[in-house]
């Protein structure tokens, strides 16, 4: 059964705080996405990678950044979080070429809230 | 800019009540529209990928259709297990990016 496994499904941390949300998907996919999802504005995307190393910002970057130095793991890093990063964060993948058919895999998602 | 809109925000039925849940987008040379479905605190599961206008698919209950302004997911005699949000989104020209809608949430009362 092919997945993609965010490690915290809850988190709560303080203001300043850095916070690290992890992704690790078993599907050997190139294309790795982290979104957040709030009410009434649907998902946006943050980042997004297409290969090792590789990172593209998405529409709303500002505060995040990104890793992925493996394949399989693309990271999710809040430097210094604030109040307003609270959200729910969703990472997804997606296959390249011949197998790609547009279809995203999502993780479970990670609640996170800022105090 | 692309871009999805969806309606209603929340759509109420009755078990057996058959529905459409709207999806308006604007993209530079779609090359997919999605349809997944969310349940509360989870994450989103793929249903339909539709290409071009005319095309039409179904799984159970669903039925998702598709022009070239908009789309619509039909829900023929919804049971509760149907309730969920229902995301559509479209993937343009550029490749990489997915547009996402707001959802429609979708609740159905036995």
């Known amino acids: 059964d092919v997945k993609v496994t965010q490690s915290s499904r809850y988190l709560v941390k303080r203001t300043g705080e850095k916070v690290f949300l992890e992704c690790v998907q078993d599907m050997d996919h190139e294309n790795m996405f982290w979104y957040r999802q709030d009410p009434g504005l649907g998902l946006r995307l943050i980042y997004f990678s297409y290969d090792v190393k590789m990172k593209e910002k998405g529409d709303i970057p500002e505060g995040y950044s990104v890793s992925r130095e493996k394949k399989e793991r693309f990271s999710l890093i809040l430097e210094s979080a604030s109040t307003n990063q609270t959200s729910m964060y969703l990472c997804a993948s997606k296959a390249t070429g011949q197998a790609n058919t547009g279809e995203l895999f999502f993780g479970e998602g990670s609640r996170l809230t800022v105090l | 800019e692309d871009q999805v809109t969806q309606s209603p925000e929340a759509l109420r039925l009755q078990e057996g009540e058959s529905s459409s849940l709207n999806c308006s987008y604007t993209?530079?040379?779609?090359?997919?529209l999605f349809w997944y479905r969310q349940d509360p605190g989870k994450g989103p599961e793929f249903l339909f990928t539709l290409y071009s206008a005319g095309e039409e698919k179904e799984k159970e209950r669903l039925k998702a259709t598709l022009t070239k302004k908009e789309s619509f997911l039909h829900i023929t005699a919804p049971k509760p297990e149907d309730s969920a949000t229902y995301l559509c989104?479209?993937?343009?020209?550029?490749?990489?990016?997915?547009?996402f809608g707001a959802g429609t949430r979708l609740f159905v009362k036995a």
């Open positions: 989104a479209v993937q343009g020209a550029g490749g990489f990016k997915t547009i």
């Open positions: 993209v530079s040379g779609l090359r997919g």
